[in-house]
């Protein structure tokens, strides 16, 4: 079982875990907030037209209003509540989970030196997020499977945190094995924060969605305690907590009559 081999692997692939339908919707949603249009055409066309339009020093004023957007419509919730990919996290987590809400759109586009957006190798826990932390990529519009998606190192989840300088590594091992996603529309990839891991070079525009998810009642104390967290699940215990409504457990929650038939 793939979630078996995460620990030793530091990365899993999920097949046609999105539905068409969602991705669809999300596309969707994305080319009517960035063009303005209501009825644009639900098109990769499209997409590369909105991308050629935009200056590449704006791209953070291009993606910010998307993400809000997306969260806003719950799109990511739906994403994430997806029967395949929630059961997979869970069996990673636990069933209370958090998604961060600095989770963001990326674009990969060929003129690299100059995109903010465009990652050379490394790993998450930099930006403080913690090694109980699992990331999750997916596609949402590219040109090509095969073209400017993700490159792991092989096995660098287990080297522990890697020195580093303005986001750039100070030094690597001389020799060491790289593995390149090959992710369709509706594909996920759930990968350790210490797996070390970079932008492809790509021919065409990409856009994808990174999150970062946790289990909210693990206490890591990491720098991610700073970030703005938007709960998507609970487990059954925490329902119940919920449910009690403080942890004085105050007796009776109940309506005057309700209680006399209790304690009865």
Not at 38 to 43: A, H, L, P, V, Y
Not at 165 to 192: E, H, M
Not at 216 to 223: C, E, G, L, M, V
């Amino acid at each position: 079982m793939q979630i078996q081999n995460f620990s030793k692997k530091g990365f899993i692939v999920l097949k046609k875990t999105i539905s068409q339908s969602l991705i669809r919707s999300i596309q969707s949603a994305i080319l009517k907030k960035a063009s303005n249009k209501k009825n644009i055409k639900n098109s990769y066309k499209n997409f590369n037209k909105i991308i050629k339009t935009t200056q590449i020093s704006k791209l953070y004023n291009f993606i910010n209003p998307l993400n809000k957007h997306l969260f806003n419509e719950e799109l990511i919730s739906k994403i994430l509540l997806e029967k395949k990919l929630l059961n997979c996290i869970t069996t990673l987590l636990g069933r209370d989970l958090a998604v961060s809400a600095e989770s963001s759109l990326t674009i990969n586009l060929p003129e690299r030196k100059k995109n903010y957006y465009y990652k050379n190798w490394h790993q998450e826990i930099w930006s403080g997020v913690s090694v109980s932390n699992v990331q999750i990529w997916l596609p949402i519009f590219y040109k090509s499977s095969l073209d400017g998606q993700i490159g792991f190192i092989k096995s660098s989840h287990k080297w522990g945190h890697v020195p580093h300088s303005n986001r750039k590594p100070l030094k690597l091992p001389p020799n060491f094995s790289t593995i390149k996603s090959k992710l369709d529309i509706g594909d996920v990839l759930i990968f350790s924060t210490t797996l070390l891991h970079r932008s492809m070079p790509t021919k065409y525009p990409r856009l994808g969605l990174a999150m970062t998810i946790k289990n909210f009642k693990y206490n890591d104390y990491s720098f991610s305690d700073n970030f703005n967290w938007k709960i998507f699940s609970y487990s059954e215990t925490t329902k119940i907590q919920r449910f009690l409504g403080n942890h004085y457990l105050s007796p009776f929650r109940l309506s005057e009559t309700k209680a006399k038939i209790e304690m009865s």
